[in-house]
């Protein structure tokens, strides 16, 4: 079993949209999550982090996780063109400091 | 960007030829990371490094060797490339002694094995 599954999409919305992208994870004993964002030909870029549960707010994104559910989601509001990647979730906990990712959701925002 | 240089950042090599990449970071962290990145796969741990001269298997190891002499440094070996192994490259660092799980990203090198 995967540890992280994440939709790999692809996921195409207008300009403005509200988007939700998800993740389930199986290890309830890893509390880091992480979202990272990467362009075509790039690499990834951390985008959010928490730690355990509750949500976290970064401008017109805010990352969500729900341990009840396994369930770890990112929300984007007032989605641009420029938020047009691919979106890996991950998470991570232990002594080894290793992160699991999810294969990544293939975001296109249209103008 | 976290002060991370992949080299080289394309390659085309042979079966059988031997390949190594390097990463360098000038940011001075601990732990450093190489990973594989493949259509329907995402992101796989292949090894990593806690310290110079201390590394450990990731999930696909086979086929690989990694050496790190230099805090700076961390070099991944194909010993005899194969076609499996064409694939985009990615060196990760972080910093236990800051947040243990931020990782940051290089650019990432472009391995085609023919």
């Known amino acids: 079993q995967k540890e992280v599954e994440q939709d790999p999409g692809p996921l195409s919305v207008p300009e403005g949209a509200i988007v939700s992208l998800n993740c389930t994870y199986s290890n309830s004993a890893f509390q880091y999550f992480m979202w990272y964002r990467q362009y075509s030909r790039k690499g990834p870029e951390l985008l959010m982090y928490?730690?355990?549960?509750g949500n976290k707010e970064d401008g017109r994104f805010t990352a969500q996780v729900d341990k009840s559910s396994k369930y770890i989601s990112l929300f984007i509001r007032d989605s641009q063109p420029s938020d047009s990647a691919t979106y890996l979730c991950?998470?991570?906990?232990?002594?080894?400091?290793?992160?699991?990712f999810g294969k990544g959701t293939l975001l296109t925002v249209n103008p | 960007d976290a002060g991370i240089t992949q080299s080289p950042r394309h390659k085309v090599t042979e079966t059988g030829t031997p390949v190594t990449l390097r990463c360098h970071q000038t940011e001075n962290h601990r732990y450093m990371y190489w990973y594989r990145q493949d259509p329907g796969h995402g992101l796989r741990l292949i090894h990593y490094s806690y310290g110079v001269k201390d590394t450990d298997k990731g999930e696909v190891s086979d086929g690989y060797s990694v050496s790190r002499s230099k805090t700076e440094d961390f070099l991944l070996t194909l010993e005899s490339a194969t076609s499996s192994q064409t694939s985009v490259y990615f060196c990760?660092?972080?910093?236990?002694?800051?947040?243990?799980?931020?990782?940051?990203f290089g650019p990432g090198t472009r391995l085609t094995v023919t």
């Open positions: 928490t730690y355990s549960s």
């Open positions: 990760a660092i972080s910093d236990p002694t800051v947040n243990s799980y931020e990782q940051y």
């Open positions: 991950a998470n991570g906990g232990g002594s080894n400091y290793k992160l699991t």
